[in-house]
C-alpha cells in the first residue's frame, strides 16, 4: 500500500495507466521468452 501511495505521488495519476500497461507488456514478453528457452532446451534434451 505504501509502494502504491508513492508511485502515485511521484508520476501522478494520469501516468499510471501508461506505467501499467508497460509492466504488463515486459511481463507478456518476459513469460514468452522463458517459454521459448524452455522449448529449446527441451529440442537440445532431446536430439
Not at 2 to 31: C, D, N, S, T, Y
Not at 34 to 46: F, I, R, Y
Request: charged share 25%; hydrophobic share 45%; no cysteine.
Amino acid at each position: 500500500m505504501i509502494v502504491g501511495v508513492l508511485v502515485l505521488v511521484l508520476f501522478g495519476g494520469a501516468k499510471i495507466p501508461q506505467l501499467m500497461r508497460g509492466l504488463g507488456r515486459g511481463m507478456g514478453e518476459f513469460k514468452a521468452g522463458l517459454q521459448e528457452g524452455k522449448e529449446a532446451m527441451d529440442k537440445s534434451l532431446e536430439g
